[in-house]
C-alpha cells in the first residue's frame, strides 16, 4: 500500500520567501547565511507540531523584524494566522530611542505579551528562542562572559532576567522536548 505523500505547497512558499527575504544577509556575527536560524526554529516547531500554518510563522519569523517585508506582505502571501503569528514574534523600537536604550522595555512587553500568548504563538516563539538559546550555549562555552558583548544589552543579568521569564511563559509547553532542552540551556548558562 502507497503511502499518501505529504502536501507541502504552503510550506515550501513560505520557505521560499524567508530565504528571498533574508538573501545575502549574515546571521550576526557567526559567519554563515541568516536564513539558517529560521529553518532551525521551523525545525524545532516541527517537533510540537505539523500544523503547516505554524512552521511557515516559523520560517517567516524574522522577516518582518529584519527585512523590508511588513506583516500585511506576509497576510497578503499567507492569510492573518500567519501574519498574526509572525506580528507576535516581531520586536518594534521606540520612537527616538536606540535599540540598546529600549532594549529591557522591548523586552519587558515582548515577556508580557508572550504570558499571556496563545499556545500557537508560544509554539513559534519556542522555536526561535530555543534556536538562539543553543547558540547562545555554544558560545557562552567558547567566550565565556565576553559573549554578552555582541548584543545590544551587555549586561549578563539582563539576558538571565529574560530567559528566566521566557522559561516561566513557555510552561504550558512543559511537556514538549523542546521546552525541556531550552529550560536545561537556560539552566546551563544561567545557572539553576
Known sequence: MA???LDTTFLDKAIIFAVKAHAGTERR???FPYIVHPMEAMEIVATMTADQELLAAAALHDTVEDTAVEVEDIRREFGDRVADLVA???DSIAEGMSEEDSWKARKQLALNRLSSASRDVKVVALGDKLSNMRA???DYEVMGDALWGIFHSKD???HKWRY???VEAFEEL???SAFREFKYLVDKVFGE
Open 88 to 90: 507576535a514574534e516581531s
Open 174 to 176: 512543559g511537556d514538549t
Open 136 to 138: 547562545i550555549a555554544r
Open 29 to 31: 556575527g557567526k559567519g
Open 164 to 166: 528566566r521569564g521566557m
Open 156 to 158: 549578563p543579568a539582563d
Open 3 to 5: 503511502n499518501n505523500p
